[in-house]
């Protein structure tokens, strides 16, 4: 423990250094980073940090990046622990995504995404809304229409109340004109019970990011009604929600946020580390592996968007009733 | 014969030097993660993921389940020595393990526990090798309506944890009822009890919400306080300085013929009892152990003997854990399906080498799916040779000074629990939860049915709620599925026969 902790600070001291060594402001990197995951390793965003830690490694821009793991509550007691104890700090940074901005917004936390200083949205996968492959509905048309119907009979499968896949469900039931107050959610812990319930054929449909599904689907057990992205992605065998005259995107995206109050020129080092960092082909080698979609939007771009999605989730959750 | 050829193949990969190596270094990690407590097989495949991205994949896969099967095996030997279970799997073993060791048949325990293990580990791969697709078939026939009724017949079997007072027993159960409802509900996404009075920011007393307590209480926080803790402030209120009680050891270190002839139908049911419902996605690996202790408390010539040390209370659960250990790698094999926090992070493992698990990974890459399975009986006769001969070696720790002994305890305890989140909340837990068992053993209530009660209990909520959500409110559907309605059944009738017939027999007379 005291070994990690000296580390820590001389990893602290040598980011500083590196901060002020006086490179041309367009070029200047930082060289160590430390992250903080907001979750248990092995998930998405633990995945995200370690995968970044190699490729900033393997080609050389930030050759130590220290990992520290600090789960709960959707992400959101690493993201107080962030602002509270990494305040000014120019080499710390926090891998985020979607799920944290719901997790903020459900559990009604009194600190949110906007007191960070975005960095950068890096990768994400579109939701898909599945069937079990003996199911009655064939089309996304099929679906929305029992929606309409009677949401309480359309019971659908996907991860806890309030996440993503909720949002989706909620999301749909507004673009299609069916009662987002009424529809049949049935959450699950872990994508592995969701997926259970659809191949028993227990629920009507199940929604959840396609890497979820995608090997049932290949299998013939599952079937994808509509991916919920902006146009056909390569490789994925789903036809868009769009094509299919239902107008919704949602993209379940990830990326990193730096601590708040860092001056300008250290957000710009950060910046740079990070655009660095996705244009080597080892990252793109690793988006193909992981088969994460590519979302990359950095600084002033990515901060207007977590603003406008904060207003889209924020809507969505009251019109399903868990925020009010 | 496919399959045996297949699997021959696989032999051919798992018994080449190096992976034998791997296989070798996983079990002994494993064995030793399962007896620290608070350190499971998932944290460390975890942590270990970014340094075999440099092995091949096969031999990666190999050394994880080296270590997946070791932590089921280490788990026992902290539960029976020293009544500190690392695992929820193993909380049961404890119960009549630790009593074993009392009597000085620690290394007896040990070793049922150790063969028990090796036989149903064994019997479950050779099912996983043979009948895995038939097996998934059937478990995905579990919906929710018959797995809220395969927890009812769990919940029964608390009766024979209750120990000699039912009012005890069951305020122990409700005790780990009240803690599984903490946290925020998941069908509903609201917080629950996660507002408690103390000390507000204004420096006032008042009602503070906890953030930490949102994703609920960890089941093993309250195993390793409940137990570990609780037990070492036990032991410690006891100690005199001078008079040291150290357990004796009788007898043969090894298994007596007696004990042999005890244990063998307890593994093997066990063993029937944990492969099924391990390869259910919503099983659990602590499920079957409960059933498999109830069952032998039921079917035992020693009735006597359960609640003080009965070999076939250890036995029997044993080996039900680690053939459900095996029956989860049967939706992970066959469908490419996580039922296991360790199992969801071998998927993460696998697609990270780009490889989807499931009925395409047996024809894109038999090698790897055969020489995972071949390793698994290797690595099971790993285990066998390297637990039985520690049994002895692993009976002296009783022999260390308790003060040492304890003191040891409480630090690995308190760093496995922190390793978890790096939080200091959970810390605090650990010893409220720590002085409450302490408590609990002072005035002898019993321990195991509180974690009984946290693990079965939001799980009967959550299926019977999504049961009930699926079908739109109407109760008749736990009825009216015939695998639910049968599981209800079995329920209701091991609950009310056995005092139907005492109360005939009484009329009778």
Known sequence: ?324 | METLSQLATGFLVALTPINLLWAAIGVTLGTAIGVLPGIGPALTVALLLPLTFQLEPVAAFIMFAGIYYGAMYGGSTTSILLNTPGESATIITAVEGNLMARKGRGAAALATAAIGSFVAGTLATIALSFVAPSVVELALLFGPAEYFALMVLAFITVSALLGASAVRGLAALFLGLGLGLIGIDLQTGQARFTTLPGITADGTFGLVSYPQLLDGIGVIIVVVGLFAVGETLFVASRYRWGEQTINPLKGSIWMTREEWRRSWKPWLRGTAIGFPIGAMPAGGSEVPTFLSYFAERRLTKHPEEFGKGAIEGVAGPEAANNAAAAGVLVPLLALGLPTSATAAIMLAAFQSYGLQPGPLLFETRPDLVWGLIASLYIGNVMLLILNLPMAGVWVRLLLIPQPYLYAGILVFATLGVYSLNQSLFDLGILWVIGIVGYGMRRFDFPVAPTVVGLILGPLAEQQFRRAMSISQGDATVFLTQPIAASLLAIAAAVLLVPPALRLIKRLGR
Do not use: C
């Open chain 1, 1 to 324: 423990m005291t070994m990690n902790i000296t580390r820590r600070h001389l990893l602290a001291g040598s980011a500083g250094l590196a901060v002020v060594a006086g490179l041309p402001a367009a070029a200047q990197t930082v060289t160590s980073i430390n992250m903080l995951v907001p979750a248990a390793p092995g998930g998405g965003w633990d995945q995200t940090a370690r995968t970044m830690q190699q490729v900033l490694a393997a080609s050389g821009i930030a050759p130590t990046m220290q990992i520290t793991n600090q789960g709960g509550a959707g992400g959101t007691i690493g993201l107080a622990n962030f602002l509270n104890n990494q305040r000014g700090r120019a080499d710390a940074m926090m891998t985020t995504g979607l799920v944290m901005m719901g997790a903020i917004l459900t559990n009604k936390t009194p600190v949110n995404l906007s007191m960070t200083t975005p960095i950068a949205r890096l990768t994400g996968e579109y939701q898909v809304l599945v069937t079990p492959a003996r199911s009655r509905f064939n089309t996304l048309a099929d679906f929305v229409a029992a929606l309409r119907a009677n949401p309480g009979a359309v019971p659908v499968a996907g991860g806890s109340a309030g996440g993503t896949d909720h949002i989706t469900l909620g999301l749909l039931a507004k673009v299609a004109g069916a009662d987002p107050t009424k529809i049949n959610y049935v959450a699950h812990a872990g994508g592995g019970e969701a997926q259970a319930a659809l191949l028993g054929n227990h629920v009507a449909g199940g929604i959840s990011g396609w890497g979820e599904f995608s090997a049932q689907v290949a299998a013939g057990r599952l079937r994808a009604l509509a991916i919920f992205a902006p146009q056909r992605l390569p490789g994925i065998d789903a036809p868009t929600a769009k094509e299919q005259g239902i107008d919704l995107e949602v993209p379940n995206w990830r990326g990193v946020v730096a601590a708040p109050g860092i001056t300008d020129a250290q957000r710009q080092a950060l910046l740079n580390t990070i655009d660095a960092m996705v244009k080597t082909p080892q990252w793109q080698e690793v988006l193909t592996k992981n088969n994460w979609g590519n979302l990359y939007l950095a600084g002033a771009d990515f901060a207007r968007y977590i603003e406008e999605e904060n207003r889209r989730m924020t809507e969505v959750l009251k019109s399903i009733g868990l925020v009010n």
